[in-house]
């Protein structure tokens, strides 16, 4: 009986001394997959992101400077595949989560550029929650018509009554078009 049980603890040793040890995604690793081969893979690598937290979307969203400033072609473009895939049906945890950090990322964005572009990707998972988040901008001259645009495309009653509430030049802009 000695035997065995010591034979089974040395299995249980090698196998778990073998095994591979689940590491952390890490950032770099993520713009490295950008683009992914196959939607499949994109999928996995984004499953994989939403798991890690917030902490890792957080980190992509500080990558992305205004044009002038730099490549953030990776960034964007994962920051992109999130948002789809948050976006997708039956992904409502996944879709809270972007859309909260897109939300704040555009709230700390300095420049007009990047609140856009943080803007543009938040069409694909904005919820009804969203809008009280968008109504704030929607008088914002930067960023108004990108603001309108992303509340326009969650419709609803909130976003009627936000639209209809707002009393700025950038309404009639929008309005016009």
């Not at 948050?86 to 992904?91: D, I, T």
């Not at 929607?138 to 990108?146: N, Q, S």
Request: glycine content about 6%; overall charge negative; aromatic content about 6%.
């Amino acid at each position: 009986m000695k035997k065995y049980s010591y034979t089974t603890v040395k299995l249980v040793l090698v196998l778990l001394l073998s095994a591979p040890i689940a590491s952390a995604l890490t950032v770099e690793e993520v713009l490295s997959a950008m683009p992914p081969d196959n939607a499949a893979s994109a999928s996995l690598l984004f499953d994989k992101a939403f798991e890690e937290g917030p902490a890792l979307i957080k980190a992509l969203c500080a990558r992305i400077t205004p044009s002038a400033d730099g490549v953030d072609a990776e960034a964007k473009f994962a920051l992109y595949g999130l948002a789809k895939h948050a976006g997708r049906p039956g992904s409502t945890a996944q879709r809270t989560l972007m859309a909260r950090i897109l939300e704040e990322a555009v709230r700390q964005a300095d420049s007009g550029e990047v609140k856009s572009f943080f803007l543009s990707i938040l069409n694909f998972c904005a919820d009804d929650a969203s809008v009280a988040a968008l109504a704030a901008w929607i008088c914002d001259g930067e960023i108004a018509l990108d603001v309108i645009r992303a509340i326009e495309s969650i419709g609803g009653d909130a976003a009627l009554t936000a639209l209809s509430l707002a009393d700025c030049p950038e309404m009639q802009e929008a309005i016009a078009q």
